[in-house]
């Protein structure tokens, strides 16, 4: 079972709305913040990551203070198969992605790994979240310096450690060849579509978690592509 369009989601939302299955797998981890995490510096940042289907994973970067944009897109593939009927097929080795842009001097690379294992998926499942099934919809994190590098290994080590999970996180960590945006139906979905039953069951909760665990860092107006300064 795959969220192979938008008629699937609907569908799909439709009859999981019963599943309580379904619905403890949106339960949030509180987790400890990274041991080890990237200094604060001028500029802004890029950080991309992959945790199912990225309406989710853009809904809630989206309301996470300074984070300045937050792109819903492709990654792990090749720009020519980059679109979303291919990627769809599981087989161009894309991941539903999403890019974060952020101020590295309100919101560190390791306080937005912290929110991507505890509220935005769950990472130990190996190829699916939730519903959605597929190589697709995998754990990653894509990487685009050695020391985001660092800082995801490091922190990946520390909850398997620390047994923050009760199965071991299968996240794969790899370098940043190439992101490409999805097609714009897909940004800003959480935001403009709340009521879509998708969204309502799969996604909604991540935003709620998000506001609970992370008060200090939750925005309560989410900052849109469409409206993004970078």
């Known amino acids: 079972m795959t969220k192979s369009g938008l008629l699937g989601c609907l569908a ?15 339960q949030a981890v509180r987790l400890p ?3 080890i995490d990237e200094p604060a510096h001028a500029g ?5 990551f992959a945790g199912g289907c990225f309406w989710g994973v853009q809904g809630v970067f989206q309301h996470v203070k300074g984070v300045t944009n937050a792109v819903s897109g492709y990654a792990g593939g090749s720009r020519e198969t980059a679109s979303y009927e291919t990627v769809s097929s599981g087989k161009t080795g894309h991941a539903e992605s999403v890019k974060v842009t952020f101020d590295p001097k309100q919101v560190s690379y390791g306080k937005l790994l912290q929110i991507f294992f505890s509220v935005a998926h ?11 099934r597929g190589t697709q919809y995998r754990s990653a994190i894509f990487v685009a310096s050695d020391e985001q590098k660092k800082v995801a290994q490091a922190y990946v080590a520390q909850l398997d450690q620390t047994k923050a999970f009760p199965k071991p996180i299968v996240t794969k960590i790899s370098g940043l ?4 945006p999805a097609e714009a139906y897909h940004q800003d979905f959480l935001t403009l579509n709340p009521t879509y ?8 909760p991540k935003i709620d978690n998000l506001k609970a665990i992370f008060p200090a860092d939750f925005k309560a107006e989410p900052v849109l592509v469409s409206k993004a300064k970078s």
């Open 12 to 26: 799909l939302g439709g009859l999981l709305f019963s599943s309580p299955l379904a619905l403890a797998e949106e």
């Open 33 to 35: 913040s990274p041991s």
């Open 44 to 48: 802004s940042e890029t950080a991309v």
């Open 122 to 132: 769950n990472p130990t499942q190996l190829n699916y979240q939730g519903p959605d």
């Open 177 to 180: 060849d190439g992101f490409y």
């Open 197 to 204: 039953p998708y969204i309502v069951y799969n996604d909604m």
